[in-house]
């Protein structure tokens, strides 16, 4: 057993009956970590994405869509601090855990100053990993850099939940403002409708799927209250895209 590895036989699983599926970035150069982490996260119910180099995983991480980053810091090409501090600075606010050997204080004190929302040190304990992942995925995204986004003919104001097309302007309500951002800090992807979700609402809220289709009913007599060309399309079996 790889010395990095500490198993318990007891299984932490999401419950699968109103958890939504988690989509996990793993950048991690040892390939056997890579593959025993991947096999156990896919057991607790998460899609895992996995590559073994920093520019590819920053790549990854500004193109493709994340609930949820762990991150190693020692990575060919381009060390973990640099890949997580050109992300926060191209506005990448998913999530980040940093799963390294790193362990001194003031490698744990770099490691969250330049973005990251926590930090392990290897060896690990996976129980120890999930209660963390867990931790994170209740908290709603919180965004920051968050005023004036644009897209296409709108803006919206984050801060005064104040939606604007010219000279035509709506406040939204919280969570419609909320599930706004994350389209608009998405342009043109689809976002599944778990996403939205744990976005929006956070992994253990009780919210069901037709909360989700309301307000995406309210946000679309939003966008048409100030005259916008934007649309926001159902993708069947899938999610919604703007």
């Known amino acids: 057993m790889p010395l990095w590895y500490n198993v318990n036989t007891e299984q932490i699983a999401f419950d ?10 793993l950048i991690e150069d040892d390939k056997d970590l890579c593959e025993t ?33 762990i991150l190693d810091r020692m990575l060919p090409s381009m060390d973990g601090v ?25 490698d744990k004190v770099s490691g969250l100053n330049c973005g990251a929302d926590d930090y392990m040190v290897k060896p690990f304990a996976f129980e120890e990993l999930m209660a963390r992942i867990r931790c994170l995925m209740r908290r709603p ?21 104040r939606l604007f097309n010219g000279p035509r302007e709506c406040t939204l309500s919280r969570r419609e403002g909320d599930l706004l951002e994350v389209f608009l800090r998405n342009p043109g992807q689809t976002l599944t409708r778990a996403v939205l979700i744990n976005r929006v609402w ?7 799927e037709g909360n989700l289709d309301n307000y995406i009913h309210f946000l679309r007599r939003r966008l048409k209250a100030v005259e916008s060309t934007l649309t926001l399309k159902t993708v069947r079996g899938v999610g919604y895209r703007v």
């Not at 995204?141 to 939940?161: A, N």
């Open 202 to 208: 956070g992994l253990d809220s009780d919210v069901e």
């Open 141 to 161: 995204g919180k965004w920051e850099g968050s005023s004036g986004l644009t897209m296409g003919d709108i803006t919206y104001d984050p801060e005064t939940k």
């Open 16 to 25: 699968k009956e109103r958890k939504p599926v988690l989509k996990i970035l």
């Open 37 to 69: 982490l991947k096999y156990r996260l896919e057991k607790e119910d998460c899609a895992v994405e996995v590559c073994h180099d920093g520019e590819e995983g920053l790549y990854y991480m500004e193109e493709n869509l994340h609930d949820l980053i």
């Open 82 to 106: 640099t890949v997580l501090t050109k992300a926060r600075e191209h506005h990448v606010t998913t999530p980040v855990i940093f799963l390294t050997a790193l362990g001194e204080l003031q």
